[in-house]
Structures are given as C-alpha cells and as structure tokens.
Nanobody, 127 residues
Framework: EVRLVESGGGLVQEGGSLRLSCTASGLTSDDATMGWFRQLPGKEREGVACVSGSGGGTAYTDSVMGRFTISRDNAKKAVYLQMNKLTPEDTAMYYC????????????????????WGQGTQVTISS
C-alpha cells in the first residue's frame, strides 16, 4: 500500500517561512516523480512544484518561482517544499503526490499524472 504523509504546515505571518515534508512508503521506485499541490475550499487544485524522478529536474508554478524550492532525499524517501516570503495568497491545504511518470512533463500542474496523494497539511499565512 502506498502512503504519503505530509507534515510541517502551520500558521505563520506574512513574509515568514515554512518547510513542508512528505515521507513515502510502499512506492515501487525510490525516485518517483513527486509534486506538491495546494487547494482552497471551493477552488481548483493548483500544482505548486514538481521534481522529476529521472534527473531531478524541477518545475514551479509562476506564483511561487523564486520563493519556493522543492527537493528530495531518495535515501529517506522524502520530498520537501521550502517556502519563503510567504503571503496570504499562499494559504491553502498542501498535498504531496507521486507520479507514475519519470518526468514532471509539460502538464504536471493539472495533477492527472499523479496516482498517489497524501492527506494534506494546512498552511495559513496571516497578514
């Protein structure tokens, strides 16, 4: 059984930082492509960042470029999202997901290639 568990969310002031972690178990590959997504109630899910399993290339949605960094530790079966210069617009439930493809690809933000999802961790930014 595949299980993804997120942690690290919380309440921080605008301009602050958070580091989200996601630990995986049950995946058949230690270097699966991994992504972070976020969603507000009643809103569409948004792809935030992706790290390819093959080569470790990364991709970000425009609104977090330069502020967020995705990284992975294959030995620990973990993926991280360092979030800096947070704004109230970053408030959302953040989800970790694992893809069935070795690369993020051009359409990773839609999330359709991601087969396994965690339960999410809440990030709230106060102004």
């Amino acid at each position: 059984e595949v299980r993804l568990v997120e942690s690290g969310g919380g309440l921080v002031q605008e301009g602050g930082s958070l580091r989200l972690s996601c630990t995986a178990s049950g995946l058949t590959s230690d270097d699966a492509t991994m992504g972070w997504f976020r969603q507000l109630p009643g809103k569409e899910r948004e792809g935030v960042a992706c790290v390819s399993g093959s080569g470790g290339g990364t991709a970000y949605t425009d609104s977090v470029m330069g502020r967020f960094t995705i990284s992975r530790d294959n030995a620990k079966k973990a993926v991280y999202l360092q979030m800096n210069k947070l704004t109230p617009e970053d408030t959302a439930m953040y989800y970790c997901a694992s893809s069935v493809y070795p690369y993020c690809g051009a359409y990773w933000r839609a999330g359709h290639n991601f087969a396994f999802w965690g339960q999410g961790t809440q990030v709230t930014i106060s102004s």
